[in-house]
């Protein structure tokens, strides 16, 4: 019974892995020509101690390509040192120097909504490592005056410069095709990622005031679509991100991606079946389906664990050892589905021998993650080179 249990929920987890990944390959992009009204944008960055990357970053975002009355960078400079906010303040961006006993994304996102004194109709979410691609004010412009409003643009590598790097943009690559890509395919919403996200500004200044957690993104999403918001996903319009290089990097940044997880999951459990009984496929997908099944690296762990534990009880039963073994190949395929063709690459392959290294890390983030979703882990960014390459 315990067997057929645990076979039951990676079944499952297996389906609705593989139906996204094929999905995915039937979404369409729509055009973003509409520029016939320009909108003003406020690019609002959060930059908590990114000393190392915050001006470099401040000073890109400053050059895309768009009318330059017409948008505005924030950064919430989060205890930066004095030397560094007088750098930025040499800059064309508005300033806004904060500083928290227990700092949050969301809390420096909410003071700088409130700080402003322009108006905007729409707010961009950037990370202070990011770069957003010369035309991405344009795409989103035009995809808002065709009534996209709530927007997840497409984060992609900015470093791929070590083989943890490749593993962690492979990652998001997958998430992307999967969650965002396959879902809008399936005409669901989109997961929301942290950053490249565009957003009517009154409507993200209110949702994002009634949120006090370290995980913003996932709780946010939730409450858009339990008001009926549809998050559109945008492929091609980039966002360039710098990836964790090493793995213990890589295992403190996991560590509040799984608390975050199934706190949402246990938070929304119950109110996403009662919301499924009236027809909303939509928020059980967001509040459910993307957080009940562990992350993909969680799931080949478990699979493999799981089909070797079972060969060796159940080495006499044929049939349980091919249901196992098939579904650990089937849940690869799906993933191999998922992947960009370009990261089939020699730089992939000589990442996979880190693999190990990451098991035990990963594993290490879930012993870890009891109340990671309580505090704010910070992940430092130290690159300011766009190389992603492969």
């Known amino acids: 019974m315990i067997e057929l249990i645990f076979f039951t929920f990676f079944l499952l987890n297996t389906i609705y892995v593989l139906s996204l990944a094929i999905a995915g390959h039937f979404y369409h992009r729509p055009s973003t020509d509409n520029q016939l009204v320009l909108n003003k944008i406020g690019i609002f960055v959060p930059s908590y101690k990114e000393d190392s990357v915050i001006v470099h970053t401040t000073t890109e975002l400053l050059k895309v390509d768009y009318p330059r009355s017409h948008f505005d960078v924030i950064v919430i400079a989060d205890s930066l040192k004095p030397e560094t906010v007088a750098r930025l303040e040499?800059?064309?961006?508005?300033i806004l120097p904060v500083s928290f006993e227990k700092s949050m994304k969301s809390k420096s996102l909410n003071f700088a909504f409130n700080a402003v004194k322009d108006t905007y109709e729409i707010a961009i979410i950037a990370d202070a490592d990011n770069i957003l691609a010369r035309d991405f004010l344009k795409d989103i412009n035009g995809l808002y005056n065709q009534g996209y409003q709530v927007i997840q643009a497409q984060r992609v590598a900015k470093n791929l410069n070590t083989p943890m790097a490749v593993l962690d943009g492979l990652s998001e690559a997958i998430n992307n095709h999967l969650f965002r890509q396959?879902?809008?395919?399936?005409?669901?919403?989109?997961?929301?990622?942290?950053s490249g996200m565009a957003f009517p500004f009154s409507l993200i200044k209110e949702e994002l005031s009634k949120i006090n957690s370290a995980?913003?993104?996932?709780?946010?999403?939730?409450?858009?679509?339990?008001?009926?918001?549809?998050i559109f996903y945008q492929k091609g319009t980039l966002v360039y991100d710098e990836k964790v290089?090493?793995?213990?990097?890589?295992?403190?940044?996991?560590?509040?991606?799984?608390?975050?997880?199934?706190?949402?999951?246990?938070?929304?459990?119950?109110k996403s079946f009662k919301l499924l009984a009236k027809g909303n496929i939509n928020y059980f997908n967001i509040a459910v389906c993307?957080?009940?099944?562990?992350?993909?690296?969680?799931?080949?762990?478990?699979?493999f664990l799981l089909s070797t534990t079972f060969t060796l009880i159940y080495s006499h039963a044929h049939e349980v050892i091919l249901r196992w073994w098939g579904l650990t190949l089937t849940f690869i395929i799906a993933l191999a589905i998922a992947t960009p063709r370009q990261y089939f690459s020699a730089k992939l392959v000589k990442a996979l021998f880190l693999m190990p290294l990451v098991i035990i890390k990963t594993i290490q983030a879930i012993f870890l993650s009891r109340n990671a979703n309580k505090t704010f882990i910070h992940t430092e960014h130290k690159n300011n080179t766009l190389d992603n390459s492969y």
């Open 245 to 270: 290089e090493t793995p213990e990097a890589y295992k403190n940044q996991r560590r509040r991606w799984i608390a975050g997880q199934y706190e949402t999951l246990s938070k929304n459990f119950i």
């Open 182 to 194: 396959g879902a809008n395919a399936l005409g669901l919403s989109s997961a929301l990622i942290g």
């Open 290 to 303: 993307q957080n009940i099944f562990p992350s993909r690296i969680n799931t080949i762990i478990s699979l």
């Open 215 to 230: 995980v913003e993104d996932k709780a946010l999403q939730v409450a858009l679509v339990e008001k009926g918001h549809k």
């Open 90 to 94: 040499e800059t064309r961006a508005i």
